[in-house]
């Protein structure tokens, strides 16, 4: 079976190494895509890309979707030259160690391996425990602090060194699909819209955020200053399709379903209703999720940006999230931005959803 056809610039913010606060790489992907498809293209002190179309428009619709990654930072040096580091983001322990990474510094990419005592030097109850972060290191196989101290420096960042790739016709895997998935869909949806012969009502402001992963910080600032009427969210949501999830606590969702359109107290219930009624429209797949409360996504920070934003969410179903290799079926991706693209079309001046 031929391959699926993986867009440029998905596959370039999938390579791009970006955790939170050090989102260089794919801040540049996303420059050199979606800038020349907008009428005005900024950034901010936090580091938001922010692409505006029809910037006369009315309503003000903002788009998010978070350009960081999980990571490491270089936190001490012992004597022997071992790195060790805390957490950016939610790590699960149990998959840390072992790992190929990418440590970002000022003289290029270095390369090391994430270590701790093997299984032989352990007596039976410390292999029955998760390791401490303390008890984990990075080694990039020098012998002494001087000598790393050449190489890295405090807070220089890394990422784990695992690509993307198809590994069954539309199914794919990557390192940060969380949520390069959603920056993509955020941007493709701006750069359609702009090559469309329908003309816009609505202000379209595509933002690649910064800074979800440690508390959707991005998406606070951006928000304030956008002022948007609309906004709404894209990133990944659990896949719960594969053994040991209980469909009974978790919902049921398929990776391969369509994207998963989110009801709750987060999301202003014209805006669901506007985003069901597009899916209907293009006749994609979709998926429904309830969500009693505040998510763990920007839609959060956005809905209470300055006096309250009618704020949506979407989410692209992910099997594995946090780990090194995520799973996300490339059609669920084409689907979310067919999904935007008709929903910002729909959009009449002065329909602001208040309810």
Request: aromatic share 6%.
């Amino acid at each position: 079976m031929a391959n699926y056809p993986v867009p440029e610039f998905l596959a370039e913010l999938l390579e791009a190494r970006s955790p939170s606060g050090y989102e260089t790489e794919a801040q540049a992907v996303f420059d050199r895509h979606v800038k020349p498809a907008a009428d005005r293209y900024e950034n901010d002190a936090l580091g938001n890309r922010i692409a505006t179309l029809n910037p006369a428009g009315d309503p003000t619709l903002m788009l998010a979707g978070h350009l960081d990654e999980l990571g490491l930072i270089i936190t001490y040096i012992n004597d022997r030259g071992f790195l060790y580091f805390d957490t950016i983001g939610g790590h699960d322990r149990v998959v840390i160690s072992g790992r190929r990474v990418r440590i970002q510094t000022a003289a290029g990419v270095i390369k090391g391996v994430t270590g701790k005592r093997a299984i032989h030097l352990m007596d039976e109850a410390d292999r029955k425990k998760v390791p401490e972060r303390h008890e984990m290191w990075i080694d990039i196989g020098v012998s002494s602090k001087k000598e790393a101290l050449k190489r890295v420096s405090i807070g220089d960042v890394a990422t784990y060194d695992h690509g993307f790739e198809l590994i069954n016709g539309s199914i794919g895997a990557a390192r940060a699909f969380d949520n390069k998935v959603g920056a993509y869909v955020v941007g493709e949806t701006l750069i359609r819209l702009a090559a469309g012969k329908k003309k816009l009502a609505a202000r379209v402001v595509s933002v690649g955020t910064v800074q979800e992963e440690i508390g959707v910080r991005g998406a606070t600032t951006a928000s304030y200053s956008i002022n948007p009427h609309i906004a709404v969210a894209i990133d990944v949501g659990h896949a719960t399709d594969h053994p040991d999830c209980d469909n009974r606590k978790y919902g049921a969702f398929n990776l391969g379903g369509g994207p998963i359109i989110c009801r709750g107290a987060n999301i202003n219930p014209k805006i669901f209703q506007h985003l069901l009624e597009a899916a209907k429209k293009t006749k994609i797949p979709y998926q429904l999720e309830a969500d009693p409360r505040p998510t763990g996504t920007d839609a959060r920070a956005l809905q209470t940006a300055r006096g309250g934003v009618a704020t949506g969410l979407v989410s692209i179903p992910l099997r594995y999230m946090h780990t090194p290799s995520e799973l996300v079926d490339l059609k669920d991706v084409e689907h979310t931005v067919t999904l935007l693209v008709e929903f910002a079309r729909r959009l009449k001046k002065g329909d602001y959803a208040h309810w």
